[in-house]
Every structure is written in C-alpha cells, then in structure tokens.
C-alpha cells in the first residue's frame, strides 16, 4: 500500500504550497511584462482564468523534477508557469467545447467573458507558452512540448471518436489518456530534467514517472466525475457521462456485465445523457460490477509503477527530499478529491 | 498610379502558382509525417481548412523575401507552409467565433466538422506552426512569430473593445488593423529575409514594406466586405458591419457626415445591423461621403509608402526579379477582387 503518511504529506503541502507560489509570481511579473499596453479584457480575461483556483500540479512537477537534478533558479519557474499557461489554456478552450459555466468554482471563461474572449484568450496563452519554451528550453525543449500538444489535441480526437462506442478497447482508453494527459505530465517532468542538465537516463526516468502518474491522475478524474463531491472539486458531476465518454470504470463494468445489463448500458449511453436519473442508473450498474474499486486499483497499480521508475535517483541510499515529495505526490493523487 | 502593367501582372501570376503549389507540397509532406497514427478526423479537418482555396499570400510574402535575400531550398517552403499553418488557424477561430458558415465558397470547419473539432484543429495548427518555426527559424524567428501573435490576439480583443463605438479614432483603427493583420505579415517577411540570412538593413526594409501591404491589404477586406461580388470572395458581404467593425469607409463617413447623417449612422449601428436593409442604408450613407474612394485612396498611398520601403532594393539601378514580383503583389493588393 502507498498511503502517504501524515508527515511526509504535510511537508508536500508545504511544499507544494512554497513552489506554488513562486510560479505564481513568476506569472504575474510575466503577465505584467507582456500584458503592458495590451487591451484590458485580454488581461482580465488571463488573469481569471490563471488566478482562480488551479492545482498547479503540472509546474510542481517541472520544478520538482528540475530540483531532483540539481537545478533551481528563477527562469525555472517561469519554465515552469509556461506548463500552467498552456494547462489553462487547453481549459478555457475545453470549457467552450463542453459549453460549462463552473470551474473550479468560479464562472468559466466563456460563462463569464463570453466565446471570443474565451477563444481568444486561450489562443494567447498557447502562444505566450510556447513562446516561453523557445525561449527558455531551446528547440529540444520546444519540440517535446510542441509534440505533446499535438498529441493531446490527437488524444481529443480520438475520444471524439469513441464517445458512446461500448466496444472500445481498455487499451484504446490506456492511450487516448496517455495522449491527453500523459503525455504532456511527462513532457513537464522531463523538461524540468533537461532544463536542470540531466543526462538520459534521470529525463527518462522522469518522463516514466510522470506518464504513469499522468495516466493516475486522469483515473481518478474519472472516479471524481461519478463519485466527486462538487464543492470539492468545483465542478458538476456526470459531465463525463453526459459526453459519452468511455471512462475506464464503465470499461470494466460492460467488461463484466451481463447481456442484459449490458444492453441496459448501451441505452443509457443512447438516451438522453443529461438526465439524473439516467446518471444515477448508469452509477449503480458500474457500482454492481465493481467498477469503481477496478479503476482505482488501476490508478494504485500506476503509481506503484511510477515510483519504480524513480530508481535513478533512490539507488543510492538516502533519499533526496525533492525526489521524496515526487514520492509523495504520486500518493497524493490516489487520495485527491478535488 | 501604381497600377500593374498586363506583363508584370502576368509574371506575378506564374510565380505565385509556382510557389504556392511548393509551398502545397510542402504542407502535404510535412502533414503526412506528423499526422501518420493520428486520428482521421483530425487529418480531415486539417486538410479540409488547409487545402480549400486560400490566396497563400503570406507564405508567398516570406519565399519572395528569402529570394531577393538569396536563399532558395526546401526548407524555406516548410518555413512559408508554417505561416499559412497559422493563419489558418485563426482563421478556423475566427469562424467559431463569427459562427460563419462560409470561407473560399466551402463550408467553414465549424459548420462542416461542428465546435469540437474547428477548437481542437485550430489548436493542432496553432502548435505544429510554432513547433515548426522554433525548429527551423531558431529563438529569434520563435520570438518575432510569438510576438506577432499576441498582438494579433491583442487587436482582436481592441476590436472587440471598439465595436460600434462611434468616437473610435482614425489612429485607433490603424493601430487595429497593424496589430491584426500588419505585424503577422511584416514578419512572414522578415522571416524570409532572416532565414536567408540578410543584414538588418534588408530585413527591417521587407519587415516595413509588409507592415504596410498588410495595412493596405486589411483596408481592401473593408472595401471588399461592402462592395466585393460574394462568387469573387466567397464570404457574404456586410459582415464587418454586421459585427460593428469600425472600418475605415464607415469612419471617414462618420469624419465627414452632418449632425443628421451622423445620428442616422448611430442609429443603424445600434439597431438590428444584420438587416439587409440597414446595410444598404449604411452603404448609401458611407458612398454619399466618398468612404470608400477615401479608404481606397488611403490603401494606394500605403502601397506607394510600401514600395518606397524597398529601397535598398531597389538603388542599384537593374531591380532583381524577385523584387519587382513584391512590388507586383503590393499593386496587386489594390485590385484584387477577392
């Protein structure tokens, strides 16, 4: 079992807490630099979107990584704010395509600015992003991020595809999320190695470590979206359903269910999606066959491979404090709930 | 008069097929490497935006450039295919963002491939554009790209500002238009010239001569919006107006109109502007105040200034080939039909 225990948790919540911080400034003296003279909505609207809440797990993850070989300096965490202007911008473009209102809590960008600030505004913050990267991590640095994010928006198309398709493959499932999530949570821990200096073997080694926790974490995204509690996590549940999304808890239910049950999933999935009832019925069927407590065994299974892959930097003994917040952060996602 | 003689109109024509199909060529190998193992959909939407039409002006602006700076290869074509990757890209945005249905005279990607896919394609041309320029134009090109971008985002969001706003400025508007549509093609060109290595007396000269083609370029779309034939352009008509879009003909009428005139402009703004009706009163209202001869004359004075930009071009007495195909294009710019 890979529980955190009470102290190691606290200081990754101190920690996290500190590098939160520091990323946050490097954002604000980012944006007020390449914001001066600009129209005042843009700002706004950039600033909403950064601003309200966010977990900012895929800037820890650079600057950790970038920690565990040695590197810590202010271009990091402007390196590092880049991953979180193209996390959010990648969000404000989802919230449109998904036409939400609540993230985080707090009105969406588009529920609150409407569609061409909302389009606009995550068109900014892709650009300003890869600006950055050219910048601070070199075209190496450039080509793994820019390869990333083509992958996502390819992982997008692909559950495009598959919504409401019950003969989707756990394997399929397995990479549309490497493609949407793990790919870029590995690029974030990788280019925090490579910006540090790393050789092969420790970016690699982080680059695995942060696909497996990247595919955890999009896991248990979809354990929140049936079993969340909505003040927690800042959004509706059921959102996944509603899309005909195929999550890897009704995976495993239509894997076992019977014929009947079976049937009765590929109606719901054709009916009319938004309807609670419709929700709670499809909860229960994945409840009946265990689906739940599958998922998150996978989820488990993924961090135990992720902290394997962390053996570069664990061989010698004693382990490095930054490499023990990796350590972890890998079990805090298995116990998130937001 | 700067009008095109028959020959040099010709000249240009046949150079502009020749790159335009290299540069295709390019795009076509460069999509079938990075798209290979990706979803269909995505190939779909990508070619369907890239491969309908499309004048193709700012990857001829960066070839031509790098011609009359004397380089000439296959890569040059991928640099100028990642210009017209971008452009594409925002002007799949664009139509989310206007919910139009019709561009080049084919169905839009949005009404073709509906939300999902014209957000995400966008994106995907957005991040190969950029990933292609940090590869192949090294961090200053990334750099003057980038730049370009966020304030080709920031004139959008001032546009947006500015809509139906009647005290909006002549200077306001050309700030407008050089930070949509100036700064993108000032650095297709000087891009070109940077890539074949030019001194920054040559890349400053091609970057100023784009700067104003682009401006003279974006005029031309106002005058075409009231007064092109939709076969010719492929777009309804009226839609500047329809959005409240403070183009130059509609300013100088508001420049020029007594106290009546002017409230009954006021009024035809504030009213249902997507009435057939209020847009053949504004356009009486704008050709009774010479609007569009104004706006028209204001474009052939920025072509005039553009090729007094190509100076040092130009001083050695024979002008090289290349060169008097840029002074074809910006004579062209003022005759153009669509």
């Known amino acids: 079992m890979n529980l955190p225990s009470p102290n190691h ?13 520091r990323v946050e400034t490097a954002m604000r003296g980012d944006l007020e630099r390449t914001l001066t003279g600009c129209d005042s909505l843009l700002g706004e609207v950039v600033h909403h979107a950064l601003f309200t809440g966010g977990k900012r797990v895929r800037p820890l993850l650079t600057v950790l990584s970038s920690h565990c070989c040695g590197r810590d300096d202010d271009d990091l965490y402007l ?5 979180e202007y193209l996390h959010v911008a990648t969000l404000i ?13 707090s009105a969406t960008v588009i529920a609150r600015f409407g569609l061409t600030a909302a389009i606009l505004g995550g068109d900014w913050l892709y650009a300003r992003s890869m600006y950055l990267f050219g910048h601070l991590a070199g075209p190496q640095g450039l080509q793994i991020f820019c390869k990333a994010i083509l992958s996502m928006v390819n992982g997008e198309f692909v559950q495009l595809r598959l919504a409401c398709d019950t003969t989707t493959s756990k394997q399929q499932y397995f990479e549309v999320i490497r493609q949407k999530t793990g790919n870029l949570i590995a690029s974030a821990c990788a280019l925090g190695a490579l910006f540090a200096g790393a050789d092969d073997l420790r970016v690699q080694a982080l680059s695995t470590y942060g696909d497996l926790i990247g595919a955890a974490f999009q896991i248990v995204d979809d354990l929140l979206d049936f079993q969340g509690d909505s003040e927690n996590t800042g959004k509706k549940t059921g959102n996944d359903f509603a899309e005909g999304k195929m999550t890897l808890p009704l995976l495993h239910a239509l894997e076992r269910a019977d014929a009947t049950d079976r049937c009765r999933i590929e109606e719901l999935l054709a009916a009319d999606r938004a309807n609670p009832a419709s929700y709670r019925q499809m909860t229960a069927l994945i409840e009946h066959y265990d689906g739940f407590e599958a998922a998150a065994d996978t989820a488990r299974h993924l961090v135990d491979q992720a902290l394997a892959a ?10 490095d404090a930054n490499v023990r917040l990796l350590q972890e952060l890998a079990r805090y996602i298995l116990i998130r709930n937001k």
Chains 1, 2 share one sequence.
Request: no cysteine; hydrophobic share 55%; proline share 2%.
């Open 9 to 21: 948790a606290l200081d990754l919540r101190i920690a996290t807490a500190a590098i939160a911080s």
């Open 79 to 83: 390196l590092a704010a880049a991953f």
């Open 310 to 319: 962390l053996a570069p930097f664990t061989r010698a003994g004693s382990v």
């Open 93 to 105: 473009h989802d919230d449109v395509i998904d036409q939400a209102t609540q993230r985080r809590g």
